[in-house]
């Protein structure tokens, strides 16, 4: 018997201490004005230490210290991250909300709608990166960091002198439209210079939408629309990076913010320069192109009584240089030496204002000037484009509960000129009406909405083309709060621009010819079906996607490298081409600090041409793939944090693809190849800084860590005014392994 009320007592006793360290734990409980929010992630120090569950409440202990003030960050995807101090100790609880990330400046931020809305309850598939993921890949500007995204690839326009633009799901730059804040950047050369210099300290994150977005902006977003949010404006703050590289390549970013909280300025630099001429390969010839550019950007930020408004300006000026060795300025133009270079001046203005409480009218809108004097060997290339576009929008009217009516009006002017054969010069003004009608059902007895759906409608009337009518529906189904389907199709269109500058770079020794009666507008339908998963608790989180895709084009405009030699022809095709595939992403993350990531998209891009039945399977065997659409494409990322210091892996693999017809000799596809960068990073506060928030930041690392390059990327090079030289099949990286160093810092 005493035994027996020994081992009572002993369980007893255990128990009761169980109880009472299950009691001293602390509880942080994380929600929204629409409820609670499950798996937001919690961080002490830039460190992940938990998430919260299915009901947004996490539990646990901090460290040691939980009784005193700690800084912790709370941060939640579709919502603005909080940070504060708080003391964790036994049986505290504490209750923090997020404010919803909807940026209605713009309306289309985000979400792609009208009407400002919470990410996850958007019908229209949105990929949200955050500024801080791309910083954690070495990268020197924007375009390189969202390479490593899935769906997204750069791609080198100009084989020679090295400028890029970005493909979505293997279309071309020039059918996605970029915007800033929500506003659009249009112009010919959008795609290519958009994302160069913006520092990537000034972006909180970017939003990308795959698939057509015409019924919402037009033209130029047939693949898709990537939107740049730049962090909010704080005064009193700064921040900055300075690199260097192993080749020699200097970067040099910088911002800081002044003025009164209610109407703060910020002023933005961020200078480039690559003076050394690199030939690994012992070709003659550049591997990369030598750069100087500077770039500033000036914002503002001003509060009225009924309006909320953002002013954003920027000029980009740059010097690139690609080709031999042995180039001097007076080769330019000449036939003595090889050389492509290209100078440019770009100035953009973006002005928006939103009304507070998200009723009323929105208006915004925008200015820009491109300005280029360009040669590529022999061949001559002076351009100048200015486009403004301006629209208005209301937040709409509704006559139900979770039924809305939204609409707006926009107008375009593109006016361009060059001084090439090609009938490039354009003139044209581009009214349009857009309408949208948002929608929700909720499922019986709950406040989820289970259904939602946005269904949108363009018609506009360019000066130089017929009326233009572009559809579209977005449906989402959730059947829990852990899962949402989503199904985006519509109709994308694109105007002809052919903006000989981007075709003419990709060598100078091709020649750009089109059809006597001109190019016809291309349109084309897409559908995208995708869906989400997402799990978690207090030791990690997971999110797993995948989406099928696929656009059909009547018309497209389509480069031809084969029917004429030493020519790229463009012309519609006699026939249908076809862009399908599909794709899926993994992330998960640890409270101790790790995290990976992987994406996949198989990708199949053809056009059949004089099939007199189209539709049948056997046609599409004889369908020609188009070039410079691999296969595959698979990225993947892991980092592990320790206290305030950790690393990073970024890698990809870009399969096979088909590459411009040179001869029989030439191989038609290329070799799939991967590229990897390795970085490690430490953190650390300045002493005597009066800002809690300062912070300095070390980065060591590799780029190219397998030193991939591309074998023999040019032909001929050793006579490069013959009809045997060709730089347009450059697909993989030509620059080799290369060491770099960066301190950023923020205060």
Request: glycine fraction near 12%; proline fraction near 4%.
């Amino acid at each position: 018997m005493a035994a027996y009320c020994r081992r009572s007592l002993f369980v007893f006793v255990i128990f009761s201490l169980g109880a009472q360290f299950a009691s001293a734990q602390c509880t942080i409980a994380v929600s929204s004005i629409g409820g609670s929010i499950p798996n937001a992630s919690l961080l002490l120090n830039g460190v992940p230490f938990g998430a919260t569950d299915a009901n947004g409440i996490w539990s646990g202990r901090i460290s040691q210290a939980e009784r005193l003030p700690q800084r912790v960050q709370i941060s939640a995807l579709g919502f603005q991250s909080w940070e504060g101090s708080l003391a964790c100790g036994s049986s505290e609880s504490h209750t923090v909300q997020l404010e919803e990330n909807t940026f209605v400046l713009g309306g289309a931020t985000v979400v792609g709608s009208l009407s400002a809305m919470k990410l996850k309850e958007s019908p229209i598939r949105t990929n949200v990166l955050a500024g801080r993921a791309l910083r954690e890949i070495p990268a020197d500007d924007a375009t390189e960091a969202l390479d490593f995204s899935n769906g997204i690839r750069e791609t080198i326009a100009c084989g020679i002198c090295g400028t890029n633009d970005i493909h979505i799901n293997g279309l071309e730059g020039v059918y996605t439209l970029m915007l800033i804040d929500g506003v659009p950047l249009l112009g010919g050369l959008a795609s290519a210079y958009a994302l160069d210099g913006i520092p990537l300290t000034m972006i909180q994150q970017v939003e990308v939408i795959q698939g057509p977005a015409s019924a919402r902006f037009g033209s130029q977003a047939v693949g898709g629309v990537i939107n740049v949010v730049l962090a909010p404006l704080r005064s009193g703050t700064s921040s900055g990076s300075l690199g260097l590289d192993s080749h020699q390549r200097l970067t040099l970013t910088a911002a800081a913010g002044w003025g009164p909280s209610e109407a703060p300025w910020q002023l933005g630099l961020d200078a480039h320069h690559m003076g050394r001429r690199l030939d690994g390969n012992g070709d003659g010839m550049t591997d990369a192109p030598t750069i100087e550019r500077v770039v500033g950007t000036l914002r503002h930020q001003r509060s009225t009584d009924r309006r909320h408004w953002r002013t954003t300006l920027r000029g980009f000026a740059e010097k690139r240089f690609g080709g031999a060795l042995d180039f001097e300025e007076a080769d330019r133009g000449g036939n003595n030496r090889y050389g492509e270079r290209i100078d440019l001046f770009r100035g953009e203005w973006l002005l928006g204002g939103a009304p507070k409480g998200n009723e009323g009218m929105t208006y915004q809108g925008g200015f820009s000037f491109h300005d280029q004097r360009s040669t590529y060997g022999q061949t001559n290339f002076n351009a100048r484009e200015f486009t403004a576009n301006a629209e208005a929008f209301h937040t709409g009217w509704s006559w139900k509960e979770n039924r809305r009516i939204t609409g707006g009006m926009s107008l375009m002017w593109d006016k361009y000129s060059d001084e090439t054969p090609a009938a490039s010069d354009m003139n044209v003004l581009v009214p349009a009406l857009y309408v949208e009608h948002t929608g929700a059902s909720k499922a019986a007895g709950s406040e989820q909405k289970r259904i939602s759906w946005i269904h949108g409608l363009r018609i506009e009337k360019p000066s130089n083309a017929a009326v233009v009518v572009a559809p579209r529906i977005n449906f989402k189904w959730s059947p829990s709060h852990v899962v949402d389907v989503r199904l985006n199709a519509g109709r994308g269109y694109r105007r002809v621009h052919l903006f000989t500058e981007e075709h003419a770079a990709l060598d100078g020794s091709r020649s750009v010819v089109q059809p006597d009666r001109g190019l016809r507008p291309e349109s084309s339908w897409n559908v995208n079906l995708s869906g989400s998963w997402s799990t978690g608790d207090d030791t990690y989180t997971a999110t797993v996607s995948g989406h099928v895709f696929s656009t059909l084009f009547t018309d497209r405009i389509y480069a031809d490298y084969d029917s004429l030699p030493n020519a790229i022809v463009y012309r519609n095709i006699d026939g249908i081409g076809w862009n399908r595939g599909f794709g899926g992403d993994a992330l998960l993350t640890g409270a101790s600090g790790w995290s990976c990531s992987l994406g996949a998209t198989v990708l199949r891009s053809q056009l059949l041409e004089g099939s007199k039945n189209p539709w049948s399977n056997g046609a599409w065997r004889w369908a020609e793939d188009i070039e410079f659409a691999p296969n595959v494409t698979a990225n993947f990322g892991g980092g592990y944090r320790w206290g305030n210091g950790g690393v990073n892996l970024s890698g990809q693999h870009v399969g096979a693809m088909r590459l411009p017809y040179y001869d029989a000799d030439e191989p038609e596809r290329s070799e799939a190849f991967q590229l990897l960068h390795l970085s490690v990073f430490r953190s650390w506060c300045p002493r005597n800084s009066e800002n809690s928030e300062g912070k300095n930041t070390l980065t060591i690392g590799v780029k190219n860590l397998t030193n991939t390059v591309q074998k023999r990327p040019i032909i001929a090079p050793d006579a490069p005014f013959s009809d045997e030289f060709d730089a347009s099949r450059i697909y993989a990286p030509t620059e080799q392994r290369r060491l770099f160093v960066k301190l950023a810092w923020t205060r």
